[in-house]
T-cell receptor
Framework: DQQVKQNSPSLSVQEGRISILNCDYT??????FLWYKKYPAEGPTFLIS?????DKNEDGRFTVFLNKSAKHLSLHIVPSQPGDSAVYFC????????????FGSGTQLTVLP | NAGVTQTPKFRVLKTGQSMTLLCAQD?????MYWYRQDPGMGLRLIHY???????AKGEVPDGYNVSRLKKQNFLLGLESAAPSQTSVYFC??????????FGSGTRLTVV
C-alpha cells in the first residue's frame, strides 16, 4: 500500500502560468515533507521542504502548502519556465526511522513555451 | 567535491550472474541509502546504513545484500540477478537533517 501518492502522472502548463503538483499521504507519523526534481539520466535533487508544524514554505518561485487534516500537500511553481520541465517527486519521512524517505510515484511536468 | 558517485553507470547482466554496485561519497556523511526506481513506482528503499559497519533493511531488500566497511562507501550486491531486478538504482547520503544528496544512478538490465 503506497503511503505517499501522486495521482497525476503528468501535467502540462504554459510558460508563465502556475504549475500545481499534488501529493497525498496516509501515514500520520510523517512529520517532514520534501519535493525533489529529477531530470533524465540524473539523480533527484532537493527542491523545497516543509515541517509538519508549518502550513506553508516559500522559496523564490516555489511554494509548498501542507494541509495536515487532509493529509495533502502541494507544490506551486509561479511563474513556470521551460527549464522546470522534469519529474517531481513528493517524499515524506517520520522521526526515529533514520529519516528514511518514502517517495511518491512522481509527476512529469512539461512547461510549454 | 564530487558528492555522491555511483559505479558503474550502466550494466547488462545475464540471469544468475552476480555484481556489486559501488556508491562513494566524499562529504563525510553518516547516513547512506540505496533506492531503486521503477516506472510508476517512484523510488523504493532497498537497504540503508546509519554509520560505518551498520546496515539495515528497507522496503524491498530481498535479493540484495549491502556492506559499509568504510564510512565513504556503501556497496550493493546482487548474488544471483533476476529479470525483476532490472531497474535504475540510486544511492543517496546525508549527514543530519533531512536533505539527501543523490548519485546520478546505475541503470541495470537483467536478461
Amino acid at each position: 500500500d503506497q503511503q505517499v501518492k501522486q495521482n497525476s502522472p503528468s501535467l502540462s502548463v504554459q510558460e508563465g502560468r502556475i504549475s500545481i503538483l499534488n501529493c497525498d499521504y496516509t501515514n500520520s507519523m510523517f512529520d517532514y515533507f520534501l519535493w525533489y526534481k529529477k531530470y533524465p539520466a540524473e539523480g533527484p535533487t532537493f527542491l523545497i521542504s516543509i515541517s509538519s508544524i508549518k502550513d506553508k514554505n516559500e522559496d523564490g518561485r516555489f511554494t509548498v502548502f501542507l494541509n495536515k487534516s487532509a493529509k495533502h500537500l502541494s507544490l506551486h511553481i509561479v511563474p513556470s519556465q521551460p527549464g522546470d520541465s522534469a519529474v517531481y517527486f513528493c517524499a515524506a519521512s517520520a522521526s526515529g526511522s533514520a529519516r528514511q524517505l518514502t517517495f511518491g510515484s512522481g509527476t512529469q511536468l512539461t512547461v510549454l513555451p | 567535491n564530487a558528492g555522491v558517485t555511483q559505479t558503474p553507470k550502466f550494466r547488462v547482466l545475464k540471469t544468475g550472474q552476480s555484481m556489486t554496485l559501488l556508491c562513494a561519497q566524499d562529504m563525510n556523511h553518516e547516513y547512506m541509502y540505496w533506492y531503486r526506481q521503477d516506472p510508476g513506482m517512484g523510488l523504493r528503499l532497498i537497504h540503508y546504513s546509519v554509520g560505518e559497519g551498520t546496515t539495515a533493511k528497507g522496503e524491498v531488500p530481498d535479493g540484495y545484500n549491502v556492506s559499509r566497511l568504510k564510512k565513504q562507501n556503501f556497496l550493493l550486491g546482487l548474488e544471483s540477478a533476476a529479470p525483476s531486478q532490472t531497474s535504475v538504482y540510486f544511492c543517496a547520503s546525508r549527514v543530519t537533517g533531512y536533505g539527501y544528496t543523490f548519485g546520478s544512478g546505475t541503470r541495470l538490465t537483467v536478461v
